[in-house]
């Protein structure tokens, strides 16, 4: 049974570039939550998707965006790249009826470099 | 702001030592908490959660937390650490009125062999 699973591993952008991050959840979960980690700190909520739709989000700006796909995929997409976006981005799955409160289950992550 | 502070960066001990990390966050409500680990070139895995009940809980290899909520804090232990449990520890708290993970900075733990 696989994990969370997501691509790519590594990416290097510049700075006002678009980037597109995939991520599929673990087998029997519906839903998807975002994560960025900067060097050095815990990982920072970027938003939850659940039933195609962003059910909460957390203190990034629009330029953060993400959608979920009927098999319960998901892609995370940050447009005009700065620096400050380079970073490990994490997603985790959670599995169905779960709630909130069930443990989440995490990819191994796409290391973004914006140069 | 609801935030959660490790008290440390980076922790070494001998294999066999005690080991404690401290947590503490900041929110006032009901929360659930959480520790995490990742091992050297793994991804996060849920080490232990307390959603209620007894307040001290035990997770996976031989790890225990204590909630103690008048002082907000998470505080995870274990009693005698070895070589493999070298990783980086993770806080987080989930507050009970939303879906996201406040996590802390993480604590890099190194066990001399």
């Known amino acids: 049974d696989a994990g969370v699973t997501q691509s790519p591993t590594h990416l290097i952008k510049t700075r006002g570039q678009q980037v597109t991050l995939r991520c599929s959840p673990k087998?029997?979960?519906?839903?998807v939550s975002w994560y960025q980690q900067a060097l050095g700190q815990g990982p920072q909520f970027i938003f939850q998707y659940y039933e195609e739709e962003e059910r909460q989000r957390g203190n990034f700006p629009d330029r953060f965006s993400g959608h979920q796909f009927p098999n319960y995929s998901s892609e995370l997409n940050v447009n005009a790249l700065l620096l400050g976006d380079s970073a490990l981005y994490l997603c985790a799955s959670s599995p169905r009826d779960a709630g909130r409160r069930e443990k989440l289950f995490f990819g191994s992550g796409t290391q973004l470099s914006v140069l | 702001a609801q935030s959660v502070s490790q008290h440390n960066h980076h922790v070494i001990l001998s294999e066999a030592a005690s080991l404690e990390l401290g947590c503490n966050y900041s929110y006032g409500g009901t929360v659930n908490l959480f520790w995490y680990v990742q091992y050297p070139g793994q991804h996060l895995q849920l080490l232990l959660k307390y959603f209620s009940g007894d307040p001290l809980v035990k997770g996976i290899k031989g790890f225990e937390a204590e909630f103690i909520k008048s002082k907000f804090s998470f505080n995870l232990r274990k009693p005698s650490v070895q070589w493999s449990d070298t990783a980086e520890y993770f806080c987080?708290?989930?507050?009970?009125?939303?879906?996201?993970?406040?996590w802390g900075a993480g604590t890099k733990l190194i066990i001399k062999p």
């Open positions: 087998s029997g979960h519906d839903t």
């Open positions: 987080a708290v989930n507050p009970y009125s939303n879906y996201q993970l406040i």
